[in-house]
């Protein structure tokens, strides 16, 4: 029988209750604070058992291209209101710290985080609510325009390996989509041509701020890659180019995105439910949904997780610095 799309684990009253105190254990004012983060994996490891060995399973087996912690402890009601400017221009509620810092304990089971010098003021965790002024763009700031499933930041070699998504409101149920690819229903001459290093995947406007110096770039290669029999996928529709020369390439694609589109499912996120998207097999989305700005509505905490920081060390100022100059 094929794993859940999602993998579940819903945390006891009791786990709950051990995790907040874990959280106000922690004398940290910022998840930002280098500190914090080189104690972070060893404070995850005061986690409830049953939860790091849940997501030990979803990391080392790759069951599933996704799992949900389900109960986490999340006060959105002391958390204030639903933030309409980043967060580094905001004084955060001690309950939103600790929310924070939940979150990051809990991806410390699957890897690092780290963050973007261009996206989100550089932050580690990034809210995702409703801007005015990203009213009608695809962003997770957007909201009248739905966001079509990708895998995140495609253009960039050192993109995460895994997507946390911590949700601390969302009264109207807004879904999050979710799919995988069905390698069983590509053609072995698709499967090959996507995995041919022809492609250019190009960064999402949420890079390009006005600071940006030099404008992140493009990069080439191939949508399919790892093992060719349950390969991993690099994919967003919205920012790839196609090569022009080779025969049969908009096909490929056509049943790649097919291939997807059959299984994908739609989750409403609930306050105190964190999503882990493996970012090398689940494509994720959002519906769109009308924005109000009176400070109630959906609100969800993003995080970057990677397997391997070394990977960008040429891009971090220092080998404890979690942001990526891009
Ligand atoms: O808000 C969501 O559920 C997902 C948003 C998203 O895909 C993103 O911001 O990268
Ligand atoms: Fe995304």
């Known amino acids: 029988m094929r794993p859940p799309v999602v993998a579940e684990y819903t945390l006891s009253s009791t786990e709950a209750e051990h995790i907040q105190s874990l ?3 922690l004398d940290v004012g910022s998840v930002d604070d280098e500190r914090f983060l ?3 994996a060893v404070w995850a490891g005061e986690l409830p058992r049953n939860l790091r060995a849940f997501l030990e399973d979803f990391r080392a087996t790759e069951g599933s291209p996704a799992c949900r912690v389900a109960g986490l402890p999340v006060d959105s009601e002391r958390m204030g209101p639903t933030p309409v400017v980043a967060g580094r221009r905001r004084s955060k509620a001690a309950s939103e710290i600790r929310a924070e810092l939940v979150a990051v304990l ?3 089971c699957l890897g690092d985080v780290f963050g973007w010098r261009l996206q989100h003021d550089g932050l580690l965790i990034h809210d995702l609510a409703p801007r005015p002024e990203h009213e009608d763009t695809g962003l997770g700031t957007g909201s009248r325009q739905h ?4 895998t995140e930041d ?3 070699p050192c993109r995460a390996d895994y997507v946390g ?8 149920q807004v879904p999050t989509t979710i799919g995988f690819l069905d390698i069983s229903l590509l053609s072995d001459a698709d499967r090959r041509m996507l995995a041919e290093p022809v492609f250019t995947f190009k960064p999402d406007p949420s890079y390009f701020v006005s600071d940006a110096e030099p404008f992140p770039g493009p990069d080439r290669g191939s949508i399919l890659y790892g093992d060719s029999a349950d390969p991993y996928l690099r994919f967003d529709q919205d920012y790839i180019d196609l090569p022009a020369d080779v025969a049969g390439v908009e096909d490929a694609v056509a049943c790649l995105r097919r291939a997807i589109e059959v299984n994908l499912i739609h989750l409403s996120l609930r306050s105190g439910d964190f999503l882990f998207l493996d ?3 689940a494509v994720h989305g959002r519906a769109s949904f009308q924005a109000t700005y009176v400070g109630t509505e959906r609100w969800v905490k993003r995080v970057n997780i990677t397997s391997d920081l070394k990977r960008s060390r040429h891009l971090r100022g220092s080998a404890s610095d979690r942001v990526i100059r891009v």
């Open 23 to 25: 959280a106000e254990s």
């Open 38 to 40: 080189t104690r972070a």
């Open 106 to 108: 809990l991806s410390s």
């Open 147 to 150: 966001i079509n499933w990708h």
């Open 154 to 156: 495609s253009f960039h």
């Open 165 to 172: 998504l911590l949700c601390v409101r969302n009264p109207a």
């Open 279 to 281: 970012n090398r097999r």
